[in-house]
């Protein structure tokens, strides 16, 4: 069974910068889209950002210019590079494929607060 294990959250204050990871034990990571969603205290998942297979990549309105998603294959990771944060940004983020078809990991919570 997959497993997905998220990092890098913390505390930041407004403007700071985080960088996730998250690892995924399947063998097929290389060949399919990966995508970061966070889930804010009183609100429903939401997709972040996604990148295919071969880089290209999506993402949210919301953090257009500010975040960066990325992946190495051969370490089976996805990142997401996290810049010019906002407290509205404040939520536990999460990794899984594109159609959210993989078990949810424990996700990584990120709280952006002076």
């Known amino acids: 069974q997959v497993q997905l294990v998220e990092s890098g959250g913390g505390l930041v204050q407004p403007g700071g910068s985080l960088r996730l990871s998250c690892v995924a034990s399947?063998?097929?990571?290389?060949?399919?889209?990966m995508a970061w969603f966070r889930q804010a205290p009183g609100k429903q998942r939401e997709l972040v950002a996604d990148?295919?297979?071969?880089?290209?990549?999506n993402y949210a309105d919301s953090v257009k210019g500010r975040f960066t998603i990325s992946r190495d294959n051969a370490k089976n990771t996805v990142y997401l590079q996290m810049n010019s944060l906002k407290p509205e940004d404040t939520a536990v983020y999460f990794c899984?494929?594109?159609?959210?078809?993989?078990?949810w990991g424990q996700g990584t919570q990120v709280t952006v607060s002076s």
């Open positions: 990148i295919t297979s071969g880089g290209s990549t």
């Open positions: 399947a063998t097929v990571f290389r060949v399919v889209t």
């Open positions: 899984n494929i594109r159609n959210t078809g993989w078990p």
